[in-house]
């Protein structure tokens, strides 16, 4: 594709962000954030098609915090925290798949919270999130074992995990997996990330959140974009999700 199809595509797409106020009715619903995990394509063949700079991507450590088999995120309860390019630290309790109906309404109101269909591959779940910023100096004392896990997580945080999640969440013995390192490049509503161990493994993923009813019709182009592009998509065993259990795996834990 030309350099000047690729500008004309990349401006029409998004012309239309996925933005939502605050005082929408059912927030919880509107929101589809497609992820389209990519192999075999190089990084920098993946940012030219949507016309990114190669050095414009923040730098991301992430933890994730589980039981010694991830008995917590393979039933859809996923704790982690990380740490952003400028230095910040932040928290993150996510569900999925989660009743949408079975949500107090006063979780709306919290500052943090947020809900979204998950549209990964052939596999669509609702999920629901809280993220919180907390002191990156605690994040540390956490990775080096100095602190639990559980002192990463807010009471709110802590009360919605545990009155949503299938599984009880054993907070004073969860370990700490990582960190993973990650590089994130971002254009309107759509990221690039690149999740990578130096020399060991990497993996690409594509993301794009859309308003509900754009869904399928933007995915559907979207797909069609990467084939003209020469982009080529994962199967579910080489997608990130399968590529980070097989690293955490085998990384050291704490």
Not at 205 to 219: G, Q, T, W
Request: aromatic content about 12%; glycine content about 4%; some cysteine.
């Amino acid at each position: 594709m030309k350099p000047s199809q690729i500008i004309f595509f990349v401006a029409v797409f998004f012309a239309q962000p996925a933005v939502l106020h605050a005082g929408d009715i059912s927030i919880k619903a509107q929101l589809v954030e497609l992820h389209f995990p990519i192999c075999d394509t190089k990084l920098s063949d993946v940012l030219s098609a949507f016309d990114i700079p190669e050095d414009s991507y923040k730098n991301r450590k992430i933890f994730f915090f589980d039981e010694k088999d991830f008995a917590l995120m393979q039933n859809g309860t996923i704790l982690k925290a990380y740490l952003t390019h400028k230095g910040k630290a932040k928290s993150v309790v996510k569900l999925r798949p989660i009743e949408y109906d079975r949500i107090d309404a006063k979780w709306e109101e919290y500052d943090g919270f947020s809900c979204e269909d998950d549209w990964y591959l052939e596999d669509l779940q609702s999920s629901c999130s809280i993220k919180e910023e907390i002191a990156a100096s605690r994040l540390a004392a956490v990775a080096n074992g100095q602190m639990t896990a559980k002192e990463l997580f807010s009471e709110d945080q802590s009360v919605f995990a545990e009155e949503y999640s299938s599984r009880k969440i054993p907070w004073d013995e969860m370990i700490s997996f990582g960190p993973i390192a990650a590089k994130i490049w971002e254009k309107n509503d759509l990221d690039i990330e690149l999740w990578y161990k130096p020399n060991v493994w990497e993996t690409i993923e594509i993301s794009l959140r859309v308003l509900k009813p754009d869904a399928e019709a933007k995915r559907t182009r979207m797909l069609q974009y990467f084939k003209d592009n020469g982009l080529k998509t994962c199967t579910a065993r080489q997608g990130k999700t399968a590529q980070l259990f097989k690293h955490l795996q085998s990384s050291p834990a704490r």
